[in-house]
């Protein structure tokens, strides 16, 4: 049995807040401590009852820092580390021009081996713990992420991508070997160790419906893996998708007809959506993914978070790299927070931190493992330095609440306000200077 006692305040949800005075939906504790027992939470709370229960345990000190339940990222292709801050176009030129040639490197077993430990160091040099990721369309791509990750212990939903038109040879698979690569993926990984697969039919351009109807199969015999494909994203994307599928009633219809949508189903973007799409998006418990750098970045457009909340939908967010921007869940939440403005609607801190810890938790379906700092959940933590720069540290002199200071972290904070990653109870967070090999 190993044990570690992590001091510092706490911050953990129960449910999302319903506005910024919702006081009874977090518990936050001024000098508390978690305890990890053996990867799990033992204990958390007042430090001096958790001390209490911790016999000789060693103590990590991390006050005056905040303890936070690690980050969850919703949405995020590793294939695209490299092409990161690619210029000058929107999604349809911007996958045939930059990611597509990208993803093709991952038919090299040893390219996809070295870049899926990148990712996962970079992951949680950023404080996230757990991510719903694409892999390339080539099962070794996906071998790769799911290894790297089991190395470190980390929680992963991953699957390769099943793409079968309208890209290169060298990212195309078929319906059949697409299913037969996706079955065996699921065989090895799904349920072992901390790794879940997630059937990844890319979106309806690049999939036949040959295609689709095998992602549906795959979905049918095995309901407890999640879906993840991407919808409505971009207005010559959704005009494309009309042409390919000329008898689908809008382009959610590709997913619904094919048994994609469900609790367990992940739609990035959501963003053009038709009344009847968000009606069956919200009867079918499916999840939208905001992915705000990206949306911005891409020019795709304003996600209709407040929308789509009204209809009782349960959304996502996430960072989308390589089309976003950052791979930090703070830097996603300051530009969602700036494209709901431009809307009108408002994204308060702590409804903002619940939904990047148990609320993508709650949308993996999850949340009885990972997105809080509850006795049983993994130990999966994120250490936050609210003064991490000067610039922050000069605003925080002026914060007032619990509320105010989580809000300056939202909207000013970044890799390097992630003092330490816990990931199953072992720190993982490298020095700036091993983070620049
Ligand atoms: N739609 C289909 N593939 C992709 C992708 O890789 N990134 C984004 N942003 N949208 C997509
Ligand atoms: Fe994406």
């Known amino acids: 049995m190993t044990e570690t006692l992590l001091r510092g305040r706490l911050l953990t949800f129960h449910r999302e807040p319903a506005g910024p005075e919702d006081h009874a939906a977090y518990s936050y504790v001024e000098d508390g401590a978690v305890l990890v027992r053996d990867g799990l939470i033992a204990a958390s709370g007042e430090h001096g ?31 695209q580390v490299q092409i990161v801050a690619s210029w000058g176009s929107q999604l349809l030129d911007w996958l045939n021009g930059y990611t597509f040639p990208a993803e093709a490197e991952f038919t090299n077993a040893q390219h996809a081996r070295a870049m899926a430990g990148r990712f996962c160091d970079l992951l949680t040099d950023h404080g996230t713990t757990t991510a719903a990721a694409f892999c390339s369309v080539h099962a070794s791509s996906a071998e790769a992420l799911f290894a790297e990750a089991a190395d470190r212990d980390m929680r992963i939903v991953a699957g390769k991508t099943m793409m079968d038109r309208n890209a290169p040879d060298s990212v195309l698979d078929t319906p059949r070997s697409s299913y037969d690569d996706s079955k065996a993926l699921i065989a090895a990984w799904h349920g072992k160790g901390r790794a879940s697969y997630a059937i990844t039919p890319r979106f309806a351009i690049t999939s036949s419906p040959e295609q689709m109807e095998m992602a549906g199969a795959l979905a049918a015999e095995h309901p407890d893996c999640h879906v993840q494909t991407h919808l409505s994203e971009n207005h010559d994307e959704i005009a494309f998708t009309a042409e390919l599928y000329p008898g689908a009633r809008d382009y959610l219809d590709v997913y619904e007809s094919h048994g994609l949508l469900g609790p367990r189903t992940l739609l990035g973007h959501a963003i053009h ?23 911005l970045f891409l020019g795709s457009g304003l996600f209709d978070d407040s929308g789509l909340r009204a209809r009782g939908i349960r959304n996502g967010i996430a960072t989308d790299i390589g089309a976003g921007t950052s791979y930090s869940m703070l830097r996603t939440l300051d530009e969602g927070y700036k494209i709901l403005q431009l809307q009108n609607q408002q994204l308060h801190a702590l409804r903002a931190f619940h939904w990047v810890t ?17 006795a049983g959940s993994e130990a999966d933590v994120v250490v936050i330095d609210p003064r991490a720069t000067p610039a922050m540290a000069l ?35 490298r020095k700036a200077h091993q983070e620049a090999r």
């Open 358 to 374: 148990r609320g993508n938790a709650e949308v993996l379906g999850m949340a009885d493992r990972i997105g809080t700092l509850d």
């Open 49 to 79: 009852h958790v001390a209490a229960t911790a016999g000789d345990a060693p103590v990590i000190d991390h006050r005056p820092h905040l303890l936070m339940p690690g980050f969850i990222d919703a949405h995020i292709h590793y294939p």
């Open 273 to 295: 959506l038709k009344d009847r799409e968000i009606g069956a998006i919200s009867e079918t418990g499916s999840h939208p993914v905001f992915c705000p750098t990206s949306n």
């Open 395 to 429: 605003r925080m002199d002026r914060a007032g609440s619990l509320a105010e200071e989580l809000f300056v972290i939202q909207m000013m904070g970044d890799d390097r306000a992630i003092a330490q990653t816990y990931v199953a109870g072992m720190p993982r967070k």
